[in-house]
């Protein structure tokens, strides 16, 4: 079995208008939830505005047993309320998301 973390890449879109807003309750996330990630096997999780758009990359160990774990976890439900007020579409963890397909890579050799 590979130790590899999967490497996942997101994309979400702010409501107009919440750009600050993201920025300032996103600068901390809870201990608790960054424990229970941590504790499910995230290796880093890195996100990246410009204007309303946000782009992320997960290094997890796998993606679809984590977002499993923090569906109902007594940490991420407040937050992805939190989330639902300044996100235009918001993650309810249902369905079989699998991130955003990678079309090409220029790697070490």
Do not use: C
Request: net charge negative.
């Amino acid at each position: 079995m590979s130790t590899t973390p999967e490497r996942i890449a997101l994309h979400t879109r702010l409501k107009p208008g919440r750009e600050a807003d993201y920025d300032r309750i996103h600068a901390r996330i809870p201990a608790e939830l960054a424990a229970a990630m941590r504790g499910i096997g995230v290796h880093s999780w890195r996100i990246w505005r410009s204007g309303r758009e946000l782009f992320h990359v997960v290094e997890v160990k796998d993606y679809a047993t984590m977002r499993k774990f923090l569906a109902d976890h007594p940490a991420n439900v407040p937050w992805q309320a939190e989330m639902a007020e300044l996100l235009e579409v918001e993650d309810d963890y249902s369905g079989e998301d699998r991130g955003i397909p990678m079309v090409w890579e220029l790697a070490r050799q």
